[in-house]
């Protein structure tokens, strides 16, 4: 009876010692397992941390492409000190589009990188994806707003060149208005004199004698014919002295006596002086009397 009984416990400790060695193997295992665990824990956790970043990052990108009414809006704020405008305000904001357009395409790659990189990763995370899907639609919203502007500045550009060619047509109208205007005030400045003695004035034609009883007490008056020959040109704008060589003289024509002087000018002349052009000037031949 001794016998069977340690047989038993013999084999009592075959059976304790094969599943201490099973449950050793398990332990082991499960310690390993636990440790690839934690490694590929960490790993997630430093894939998504980085693609967070990055998607930060694409974030602050996209809010640097700043999109406004003026001028300088047009620009992304890293680059507007680096950009040299062209001639032209058009070029311009031509230019700071395209830069716009390459700010928003740089981006877009960034984005489908970022989702690419998750996705060979294996981290599918209903946030994150969500997170993309926003930079996406704000992407979209850019280049809407992008298409708007381009759209603006060609109307613009349209119709700044139909007001240009308004623009010369009135400078073109001011112009010849100007020099009709011009033309106009010389043509009210301008008189025509003629000057002699009595037989000079009368052979030519300026004076004629009339009045008189019986060929006597006739006086001289200009005789209404225009002898343009006779006659020479003073622009009273330019100059309202004639100068007359003689020491004596009478104005025959109508011209106010307040509109002018006659004054001794050095030896054997006298001068008459414009003091009041508009006057003088409505009376336009002038007939000088050299006595």
Avoid at 15 to 44: N, P
């Amino acid at each position: 009876m001794r016998k069977p009984a340690v047989i038993a416990l013999a084999l009592i400790s075959v059976l304790l010692l094969g599943a201490t060695v099973v449950f050793h193997a398990k332990y082991r295992k499960s310690v390993t397992d636990y440790a690839q665990a934690i490694a590929q824990e960490e790993g997630t956790r430093l894939r998504y941390e980085r693609a967070v970043g990055e998607i930060v990052a694409i974030q602050d990108s996209l809010n640097a492409i700043v999109l406004g009414q003026n001028e300088t809006a047009l620009v992304p704020a890293q680059h507007v000190g680096e950009l040299h405008p062209p001639d032209t305000l058009h070029d311009t904001v031509l230019a700071r589009i395209a830069m716009l357009k390459a700010a928003v395409e740089r981006t877009k790659e960034r984005i489908e990188a970022l989702d690419a990189g998750l996705r060979k990763s294996g981290i599918k995370i209903a946030g994150m994806e969500k997170m993309i899907a926003g930079l996406r639609k704000s992407v979209s919203e850019k280049e809407e707003r992008i298409a708007f502007l381009s759209t603006q500045v060609d109307t613009l550009q349209t119709r700044v060149a139909g007001l240009s060619t308004e623009v010369t047509g009135l400078s073109t109208e001011v112009a010849d208005q100007q020099q009709v205007i011009a033309e106009r005030q010389r043509e009210l400045a301008t008189i025509f004199y003629a000057m002699g003695t009595k037989k000079e004035l009368t052979r030519s034609g300026v004076v004629a004698a009339k009045g008189g009883v019986l060929g006597l007490g006739k006086t001289l008056e200009p005789s209404g014919t225009i002898n343009e020959t006779a006659f020479t040109t003073l622009d009273t704008n330019m100059d309202n002295v004639i100068r007359i060589p003689s020491d004596k003289a009478q104005v025959l024509s109508a011209q106010p006596v307040s509109s002018y002087v006659l004054q001794p000018a050095g030896k054997d002349a006298v001068e008459l002086r414009i003091i009041d052009p508009k006057e003088f000037c409505k009376i336009k031949h002038l007939v000088i009397l050299l006595t």
